[in-house]
Structures are given as structure tokens and as C-alpha cells.
């Protein structure tokens, strides 16, 4: 999921956006943690980020940013031992089908984590 983007004075934001120039910068994660607080018992369990590996020289790239934050919340009761669903920081996003998705690599991780967890049900609030 693309979790940051910058969005023009009117409301316009990335391909739809003309100019060079943006107003605010809206970051969905931010959104997530807002709505995840509003939820009994819910919690963040883990933060990556998914790199696109796509960023020219300078680090900057249009309206688009070159990273995705990954979060994982839960409204479970049981404790996250340490070395479970051991996977990296920072992950390669690999092929997609969409621009701003998060790539197979990206979601293989999240889905094998998942899996080891018997988690049976998966909430994507911006799919």
C-alpha cells in the first residue's frame, strides 16, 4: 500500500496532480495508528518500511514517496515472543502489478509471518 503522498492545495495528489508544488504531506500510516487507537485492545505489533527500489540520485521522486510503511496490529491477547516471524526492517517491495502496491516480496513475508501466527482474518484498510 502506498502510505505517503503529497497532495496539492486543492486536493489533487500524485498522476492526477499538475505543477510543481505540493501543500501537505498525508501520511496514511499516521491514519492507521489514529483509527487503530479508536479499537479496543488494539496494538501495533510490527513496523517495516518497503523500499521500491526506485529512487534517482537526489532521494526524491515526484508525488510519490520512494518507501511504503508496512504495520501489523493486532486486538490479541497473547504476548509476541521476540523471534517470531523474524523478517527484515527494511524489505525490497519485488514485481507488483500496481504501482503503489506493495510488491510480492513484501507481501510474501507478511502472508508466511501470518500463516505462523493461524492468523485467519486480514484487514488492508486502503485496498
Same mark, same amino acid.
Given at each position: 500500500?502506498?502510505? @505517503?503522498?503529497?497532495? +496539492?492545495?486543492? !486536493?489533487?495528489?500524485?498522476?492526477?496532480?499538475? !505543477? !510543481?508544488?505540493?501543500?501537505?504531506?498525508?501520511?496514511?500510516? /499516521? #491514519?492507521?495508528?489514529?483509527?487503530?487507537?479508536?479499537? &479496543?485492545? %488494539?496494538? #501495533?505489533?510490527?513496523?517495516?518500511?518497503?523500499?521500491?527500489?526506485?529512487?534517482?540520485?537526489?532521494?526524491?521522486?515526484?508525488?510519490?514517496?520512494? /518507501? +511504503?510503511? /508496512? #504495520?501489523?496490529?493486532?486486538?490479541?491477547?497473547?504476548?509476541?515472543?521476540?523471534?517470531?516471524?523474524?523478517?527484515?526492517?527494511?524489505?525490497?517491495?519485488?514485481?507488483?502489478?500496481?504501482?503503489?502496491?506493495?510488491? %510480492?516480496? %513484501?507481501?510474501?513475508?507478511?502472508?508466511? /509471518? #501470518?500463516?505462523?501466527?493461524?492468523?485467519?482474518?486480514?484487514? @488492508? &484498510?486502503?485496498?
Amino acid at each position: 500500500m502506498q502510505t @505517503d503522498v503529497k497532495v +496539492t492545495r486543492d !486536493g489533487q495528489h500524485g498522476r492526477n496532480a499538475s !505543477g !510543481g508544488s505540493y501543500w501537505q504531506w498525508l501520511d496514511k500510516a /499516521y #491514519l492507521a495508528l489514529q483509527a487503530a487507537s479508536q479499537v &479496543p485492545r %488494539a496494538r #501495533l505489533l510490527w513496523h517495516r518500511v518497503i523500499f521500491s527500489g526506485q529512487l534517482q540520485a537526489g532521494g526524491r521522486s515526484g508525488f510519490s514517496a520512494g /518507501y +511504503t510503511h /508496512y #504495520l501489523c496490529f493486532t486486538t490479541g491477547d497473547t504476548d509476541e515472543a521476540l523471534d517470531r516471524g523474524a523478517f527484515p526492517d527494511v524489505i525490497r517491495k519485488g514485481l507488483s502489478t500496481w504501482t503503489s502496491g506493495s510488491g %510480492a516480496h %513484501a507481501v510474501q513475508l507478511a502472508c508466511s /509471518y #501470518l500463516k505462523a501466527q493461524g492468523i485467519q482474518t486480514v484487514v @488492508d &484498510p486502503f485496498c
